[in-house]
Structures are given as structure tokens and as C-alpha cells.
């Protein structure tokens, strides 16, 4: 995933987005202590598929330069939506972890939290379904392009809201919640508020299907 890095970077500059917001390349290693926090709770900032009122809360902490969390949304979550999300028997709430290479998933990060509210999904997805492209070319201007593209904004305005002090805090809040619930890998998901180390279809179901049964 670190193929022609250097040619990434300077597509930061060339797309205009040198000036988004950075997290530290492996941000868990920021951590001290030995404590583990329960995951923070869902607040309106939050980015969420699905009725507020859903008895069973998903929470998902991403990276969109991570292969395994591009797996998830482009093979599992179609599944994931029509069976739980579809139905009102989830919500699933998106956060931020950003992996290396740490500039680029910040900026990708950033434009996603840029977007539109209505339009977050739609370029997380995009995000996501052009990863793998984005990787194999070791050029991300299309990708960017085609995230902005999606996000229901110009490309002035998400630059003006990426170089925004608010963003770069509000992602570095994230990732820091994320380090305190002992979150050290992505993607990982928590199911009302319980860690699910498995995060394949029938894992998750596994977590999900008793909660649901319970009520």
C-alpha cells in the first residue's frame, strides 16, 4: 500500500489539497497507557447509515487506504445493509483511523467529512471502490477528483473546509477515542459498544442476531 508514495504526495499539491490535514502515520503507537476506554459514545457528529432509533448500534473505525476496510465496503457491506441496515435493526456509525501512508488517508478522510452530510456514504464509497485503482496507478488526483465529485460541494469549498482547524481537530479527536478503546488495527467494529475481533459477515451476525432476538 506504499507503492509510489512520493507520486501520491505530489498529486496533493497538483489536486490543490496540500494543506489537509495530517494525523501521525501510526497514531496508535501516540499511546501510553495501558487502560482501555470504552469506545466513545454516538454523538450528532457522528456519520451514520440508518435509523437513529435502530436497536443495535454498529460502530466501524476505518481507513480509506486501508485494503481490508475497502474489502468490507465493496463485498460486505452490500450484505451487511439489505440484512441489518435496510431492515431498521442496525445503524452503523463511521470513524476514522487513518493508516499509512497517513497524509494521503487524512486528505481522503477529510474530504469525506467536507462532503455534503446527505452526501458522506456516497464518497466514502467512492473513496473506497477506487482504492485498489488509485494504488496501482501511485496517482491519487482521480481518486480526490472523484470523491469531490460526489461530495455534493466545489472544489473550493472542500479545500477552504479542509484547511479548516476544525477538521484536522475533529479527526484527531477521533483517532484519539479510538486509542483509548484499544483500537489498533482497521477496520474495527464494536457492536453496542462490545469489541468483534472477526469482522467477516457471520462474525458480526454472530454479535448482532442475539441483541436483536433479546428485545
Known amino acids: 500500500m506504499t507503492r509510489r508514495i512520493l507520486t501520491l504526495f ?28 470504552a469506545v466513545p459514545a454516538v454523538t450528532p457528529a457522528d456519520r451514520i447509515m440508518g435509523r437513529a432509533d435502530a436497536p443495535v448500534t454498529v460502530i466501524e473505525y476505518a481507513s480509506f487506504t486501508c485494503s481490508h476496510c475497502a474489502d468490507w465496503t465493496n463485498e460486505i457491506l452490500p450484505q451487511f445493509k439489505a440484512r441489518y441496515i435496510d431492515t431498521g435493526k442496525v445503524r452503523l456509525v463511521f470513524r ?8 494521503i488517508a487524512s486528505t481522503a478522510a477529510g474530504i469525506a467529512r467536507c462532503a455534503a452530510p446527505e452526501r458522506f456514504f456516497d464518497v466514502a464509497h467512492s473513496l473506497m471502490g477506487g482504492q485498489a485503482a488509485a ?10 477528483m472523484n470523491a469531490i465529485a460526489a461530495s455534493g460541494r466545489t472544489q473550493e ?14 479527526l484527531q479527536a477521533e483517532v484519539e477515542g479510538a486509542v483509548a478503546a484499544g483500537v489498533s488495527g482497521t477496520p474495527s467494529f464494536f457492536v453496542n459498544g462490545k469489541r468483534v475481533a472477526d469482522h467477516s459477515l457471520e462474525a458480526l451476525s454472530a454479535a448482532i442476531d442475539p441483541l436483536i432476538r433479546a428485545r
Open 10 to 37: 505530489s498529486a496533493l499539491a497538483l489536486v490543490g489539497l496540500s494543506s489537509a490535514p495530517a494525523v501521525a502515520l501510526d497514531p496508535v503507537r501516540k499511546s501510553v497507557s495501558t487502560s482501555v476506554a
Open 96 to 103: 476514522d483511523m487513518p493508516t499509512a501512508p497517513a497524509q
Open 135 to 144: 494504488f496501482e496507478k501511485g496517482d491519487a488526483r482521480d481518486w480526490f
Open 157 to 170: 469549498q472542500i479545500e477552504t473546509c479542509l484547511k479548516a482547524p476544525a477538521t484536522s481537530q475533529a
